[in-house]
């Protein structure tokens, strides 16, 4: 293996492929270590056009020339691509799942029980160097390995090493799903600004500003994210009346109720596809 310039193969290139490699350009990893494949030009050409790598139609192929090949198709597709690519593994590259529901035993079992395989947990803000990943290895990585892979996410964003497998679950009802959430919210604040008078393009922009903001205000301030909301809310003032209104309606069970449906759905999908 190349250690400093190791050659990568992104196998599918959809959504959250492209924004790990559009992340990684961004930090020192360079086009001509990255190939993308999937069947058609579709997604090939926007990561061709826009970021300058290679790209190809046959997994095997890339799979065959490279030091670290990155699972990025669907959970439903991925015991078939396994099958397809499993031939071409025989140099052991590094295998990086990105992979919702699929468990390691299963990857193992169908790409080969002595490879080194890394899940990862992205999310699509990878795009921009501001991702949030969970890594979880299996215990045929070297630690040189583990470095590897904990490079490519870094690269564009923070990772979290995980003790156990089943924490990954978790990592996608946080943040691998967590960017869904607030786009939800985005668009009920725009929608709600428009309707109470606001042009679409400024209550887009007001909002998206105050979600940054939010964000950027917790990620640099010393207290917690309760305080930095008491700060925004004087007592009989205009926010204690939206913020009772949330907690009325219970705001509060609705996310826990939905991030343990995530979760789940990544322990159902296991069972289904794994
Ligand atoms: N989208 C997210 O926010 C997100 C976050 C974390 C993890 N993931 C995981 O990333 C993986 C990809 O999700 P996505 O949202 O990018 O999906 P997507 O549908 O956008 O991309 C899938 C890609 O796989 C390609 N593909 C299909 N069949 C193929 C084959 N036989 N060989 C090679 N490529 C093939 C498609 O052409 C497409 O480029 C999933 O396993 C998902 O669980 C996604």
Redesign the pocket.
Known sequence: MNKTAPKIAF?????????VIGGMLKGHFSAEQII?????D???KPLSEQFGVHTD?D?ARACAAADVVV?????Q??K??AG?IKAHLAHKPLII??????PLASLSEWLGEDLAIVR?????PSLVGVGAAGLYANDNCSAEQRDIAESIQASVGIVKWLEEEALIDSI?AVS??G??YFFLAMEAMINEGVQQGLDRDSATELTIQTVLGAATLAQNSNVDVLELRRRVTSPGGTTAQAIAHFEEHGLRELFSGAMQACSNRAREMAKELG
């Open positions: 196998i599918g290139a959809g959504n959250m492929s492209s924004a993308a494949c999937a069947p058609s579709k997604n090939l139609h997994n699972l990025g198709v669907k959970p597709m991925l078939q691509v397809d799942s990105l992979a919702a529901g699929i990862s947990m992205p999310n699509t996608i691998g799903s960017p869904a």
